[in-house]
């Protein structure tokens, strides 16, 4: 999807929207009664419009007729305005993304939120007699969810969904065609950021040595069961996926997900590793695979609710440490503020190299709310890590979580550590 139709489809959503808004509201009670023909159809539509009217144009000699493509692409557009109608008015993404944090006083507007960067793809597959649906897509700029359904017929008795996930042969990967500027971009923003600066001849070298491993993940992805209704999981999974490309084309691959076998005392840490020639060693045994697979998806994401950077120059102190907040990141599942320690802390002075900082002290100094133009305050769960680099220089970084998702371009103050920072008066980034 270029940016004009991106740019035409939500201009149409938002006529759309002001025109029924009235109807839409009303048809928060309702059910709407498709036929099943209807949604596999609609959804066979959305996950692959063109693909969609090729087969329908070689079905048969009934349907082999000239196709206006004006028409058709009216049509596609209309049905899949309606589709992210009716997934915004009956809570879809809520259904398909059980784990997000939604507004219990305005799940609407919540819903509205996490459809904005939502792509919705629907793609079912079937193996050994284990169907597997890629529902849709989540992107907020810098972390990626998947919600898929999956309907297992033996699925064992006592699988509990609690236990920790086997799932290293799993996988998501980008594009060949994207895998290498998305690299270089993370290469060289990563020893950026650790203050090593690199010559173009050693980020080319870095770069092309994790190009001689194709069959290495991209990305370290997480899978976890989100909801469990006997036979049925929704499985949702995560990675950080940062917007260094355009339109991320991605493949999921699923294979022999598993659970690890908890035996009392374990400590809730389950560690495997897997060496190039595919042998894997885990610290705990390995259940039977609940989902052998494999299965591979396809998709591209049309949608993102980008991250909103400021940089300021902010000194504060918080339970007698002394910081400086030089950047606040606002995203729609979290808010980050990049911060330096201005002195080391050693209350016994024998040890003027070691950071302490006491568990209190980190909350306290917490990234602990927003506020958003309505007013509203909103509460954030978070605390703060540090690290001390060689020079001596001491990085921290606040992270915070909402208590629901929220709509980065309406918050305008974020508390850190109880002191109100007004984004207003800080330098909006254009990233």
């Not at 499985?235 to 260094?244: G, H």
């Amino acid at each position: 999807m270029t940016r004009f139709e991106s740019s035409l489809r939500r201009g149409l959503m938002d006529a759309n929207l002001a025109q029924y808004e009235r109807v839409l509201q009303d048809a928060d009670a309702a059910q709407p009664d498709f036929s099943p023909s209807y949604l596999r159809e609609r959804m066979r539509l959305l996950a692959d419009p063109w693909g969609w009217m090729r087969r329908r144009e070689a079905a048969g000699p009934r349907r082999r007729r000239r196709l206006d493509w004006r028409v058709i692409a009216i049509a596609a557009a209309l049905l899949l305005l309606s589709a992210c109608a009716v997934a915004v008015v009956t809570g879809q993404f809520s259904q398909w993304f059980p784990t997000i944090w939604m507004d219990p006083k305005a799940p609407e507007v919540s819903e509205e939120i996490v459809s904005r960067m939502g792509t919705v793809i629907g793609e079912p597959q079937t193996v050994d007699g284990a169907s597997v649906t890629l529902n849709a897509a989540v992107w907020d700029g810098q972390e990626l969810r998947l919600s898929l359904t999956a309907d297992i017929p033996d699925l064992p008795e006592d699988f509990s969904s609690e236990a920790p996930f086997y799932d290293l042969e799993c996988r998501l990967r980008l594009a060949e065609h994207q895998r290498e500027a998305y690299l270089r971009k993370e290469i060289a923003l990563s020893h950026a950021n650790s203050h090593i600066d690199l010559t173009e001849e050693e980020l080319e070298e870095l770069v092309q040595s994790h190009l001689e491993y194709p069959d290495d993940p991209d990305f370290h992805s997480v899978v976890r069961a989100a909801r469990q209704e006997d036979g049925t999981l929704i499985l949702q999974v995560m990675a950080a996926l940062f917007d260094y490309v355009e339109d991320p084309e991605l493949t999921l691959h699923i294979e022999n997900l598993a659970t690890y076998k908890v035996e009392e005392g374990d400590d809730g840490i389950f560690t495997s590793s897997r060496a190039p020639d595919g042998t894997v060693t885990t610290d705990h045994e390995i259940n039977g695979p609940f989902l052998k697979g494999p299965f591979d998806f396809t998709f591209t994401l049309d949608n993102k609710l980008s991250p909103i950077s400021y940089a300021g120059d902010i000194d504060a102190t918080y339970e007698n440490i002394p910081l400086r907040v030089s950047k606040i990141t606002v995203m729609a599942f979290q808010v980050c503020a990049n911060v330096d320690l201005l002195a080391l802390l050693d209350p016994t002075g024998e040890d003027p190299d070691k950071l302490h900082i006491s568990l209190e002290q980190n909350l306290a100094m917490s990234l602990n709310g927003l506020w958003t133009k309505d007013g509203e305050y909103v509460e954030c769960i978070g605390g703060t890590a540090f690290s001390v680099e060689q020079d001596g220089k001491t990085d921290g970084e606040m992270r915070g979580n909402p208590v629901h998702v929220i709509d980065p371009a309406q918050v305008t103050a974020v508390c850190i550590g109880g002191k109100r920072v007004e984004l207003s008066e800080l330098t909006r980034l254009d990233e």
